[in-house]
């Protein structure tokens, strides 16, 4: 079974990371949803709000197969966390250019900490290129439509915490 492992803060997690979630199904058996839980300022959520928030936009919102994407928060590195699960392969977004230079040289990061560790890169489908999550945090803070970026699930969950 090919495994792969999908890191990210996911605050909130967007349409954009869910097609990703569904490309890499199409390449992989099963992926790992690890959302990091590093404390910082831009987060709005807590690891353990954010893990339920992507629970509930992929196993109710989306009925994702539960079997084929695992979702768990991390602390350490994300080569640490490849070998704790013995994965190899790892999972990447690009939106546009800008993003190519940081996420290539955080692969060869990656890779001269575990030569074992490959890097994909996926593209989330056109019009949901230029979503991003900081940008949805952003429009729910003003009080827009957040449903063409986000699962149903989600944008209650923003407004819940932003009232």
Known sequence: MKIAIYPGTFDPITFGHIDLIK???KVVDKIIVAISD?????LLFSADE???IVKNALYKDLKINKKKV???TFSNLTTSLCNDHKVNLM???LRAVSDFEYEFQLAGMNKK???EIETIFLMANIENQVISSSLVKEIAKLGGDMSKFT???TVKLLKEKLS
Request: hydrophobic share 35%; charged share 30%; net charge positive.
């Open 91 to 93: 999972i990447r977004g």
């Open 113 to 115: 900490l575990n030569h």
């Open 50 to 52: 954010r893990k339920l």
């Open 151 to 153: 699962t149903k699930s």
């Open 70 to 72: 695992k979702i768990i």
């Open 38 to 42: 590093v404390v910082s300022n831009d």
């Open 23 to 25: 490309k890499g199904l």
